[in-house]
């Protein structure tokens, strides 16, 4: 199986490396023991976005990011990172 790139959040800058968009949504939603079904329906989304989402497959615009944390009593900075690939 061919290794998947993470695309849609990633960006390059001269002389940097590779940046990711990095989310600890799975850990979050765990702790306050929510499925992603109903986390979706909290914010507005799918079950299959939150699914994408905590698999790094999909970024999340501003305002869900913001929304998910809002869900989850989380601030931004606790759910969501860049981390050097």
């Known amino acids: ?3 998947q790139r993470v695309l849609s959040c990633s960006f390059w800058c001269k002389g940097m490396k ?3 968009f990095q989310n600890k949504l799975r850990v979050a939603r765990a702790e306050k023991r929510i499925s992603q079904g ?3 329906e909290m914010v507005g989304v799918s079950r299959q976005t939150i699914s994408s989402i905590e698999n790094n497959q999909f970024c999340p615009s501003a305002k869900l990011a913001l929304l998910l944390c809002i869900a989850l009593d ?3 900075e606790d759910l969501f990172f860049f981390e050097e690939s």
């Open 18 to 20: 590779d940046i990711v």
């Open 1 to 3: 199986m061919p290794q």
């Open 38 to 40: 109903d986390l979706a």
């Open 74 to 76: 989380k601030r931004f």
